[in-house]
């Protein structure tokens, strides 16, 4: 975005911001600038995993009665996950799948801090391609318990045969099949994109809008003031929806391996 700005305010670049600033070339020193093989978003993707992974291996390398810092904070969002999403929507059960619940949700909210860090200013769930590949795990994950606890007959019956008169079955059933197996990966995946994509490209606009507005007229400049000043702001509400979608994300695909497991419809 800085990049972005720098050149607006040259006079070199179009306005407005469109959705082809997604697509950004490849930041590797060899192979077509063009490609996107290895863009900045794939750079983010491993830095994520790696930040996570280099964290919570150091930070249980010598577990301590009394905890140090960094294994209290390992452990503080661990217990949060396990207690508050796991155990909360699932029960004791919940506990077996804190793990997973607990990678999702840092995973998620590491990506979509990216979105409003200096040098950064994008998150990789802003495309859609990382939010339905999450929201595939989850998918993959909630059937195959569902499956594995049930058995395959019994759970598709679960699944997808309301308690109902016999006459209405044919039109709920499909419903059910759609709500079920269709719906619930789509809108999981979507409701993350669209966040992120939303939040960036707010963000895009008032910033390079302050930088249009002062380059077309000096007389212009205490509206241009006014909108970095909204960047700001929506910056800070930006770091809220950025929490809130990771443990949305997380608490939906617990919701949906609950409702794998339930013995009722």
């Known amino acids: 975005m800085f990049g ?14 469109s959705v082809e600033d997604f697509y950004l070339p ?27 992974i280099l964290f919570f291996l150091l930070s249980y390398r010598n577990p301590q009665l009394v905890p140090t810092k960094k294994q209290w904070f390992a452990e503080s969002v661990y217990g949060f996950v396990r207690n508050n999403i796991a155990v909360d929507m ?24 990216f979105a409003i860090l200096p040098f950064f200013q994008v998150s990789p769930n802003s495309h859609i391609a990382f939010p339905a590949f999450l929201a595939l795990i989850s998918y993959v994950l909630f059937n195959y318990i569902g499956i594995r606890h049930h058995g395959f007959k019994k759970y598709f019956k679960h699944a997808l045969i309301p ?7 044919p039109l709920l059933i499909p419903i059910e099949a759609f709500s079920t197996f269709i719906i619930r990966p789509f809108s999981l995946a979507v409701r993350l994109f ?13 910033t390079l809008g302050g930088f249009a507005m ?7 400049a205490p509206v241009s003031l006014v909108s970095w000043l909204m960047t700001v702001a929506l910056t800070l509400l930006e ?7 990771a443990y949305v994300f997380t608490v939906l695909s617990a919701s949906y391996i609950q409702g794998a497991l339930a013995e009722e419809h």
């Open 4 to 17: 972005q700005a720098n050149v607006l305010a040259q006079g070199q670049a179009e306005f407005p911001p």
């Open 26 to 52: 490849s930041i590797l020193p060899w192979g077509a600038h063009d490609s996107y093989w290895f863009t900045k978003i794939t750079f983010m993707v491993w830095l994520a995993v790696g930040v996570l």
């Open 163 to 169: 308690p109902a008169p016999w006459y209405i079955l």
């Open 194 to 206: 669209a966040n992120m994509f939303a939040g960036h490209m707010l963000l895009l606009v008032f």
């Open 239 to 245: 770091a809220l929806v950025i929490v809130l979608q």
């Open 90 to 113: 699932i029960g004791h059960a919940g506990v077996r799948f804190a793990p997973y619940f607990t990678t999702l949700f840092c995973f998620v909210l590491m990506t979509n801090l």
């Open 214 to 220: 002062l380059s077309a007229n000096s007389l212009l």
